[in-house]
């Protein structure tokens, strides 16, 4: 086996957020509030550790 860097984030272990589309922000869903509030999936920062290489960056692809 050997690693490779992952085609889905580049390398870089992050992907857009699928919740807030790489916003950081999401419209509240509470009447008693107005305005956004941080993602609660990202955090606030607009990504996301990449599904495919769990976040590393790499993937593990098998010698042929």
Same mark, same amino acid.
Do not use: F, M
């Given at each position: 086996?050997?690693?490779?860097?992952?085609?889905?984030?580049?390398? &870089? +272990?992050?992907? &857009?957020?699928?919740?807030?589309?790489?916003? +950081?922000?999401?419209?509240?869903?509470?009447?008693?509030?107005? +305005?956004?509030?941080?993602? #609660?999936?990202? +955090?606030?920062?607009?990504?996301?550790?990449?599904?495919?290489?769990?976040? &590393?960056?790499?993937?593990?692809? #098998?010698?042929?």
């Amino acid at each position: 086996a050997h690693q490779e860097i992952c085609l889905r984030c580049d390398g &870089t +272990g992050k992907v &857009t957020c699928s919740n807030c589309k790489g916003k +950081g922000k999401v419209g509240s869903r509470y009447w008693t509030l107005t +305005g956004t509030t941080n993602c #609660p999936k990202c +955090g606030g920062d607009g990504y996301e550790d990449c599904s495919t290489c769990r976040g &590393t960056g790499v993937v593990t692809l #098998p010698d042929d």
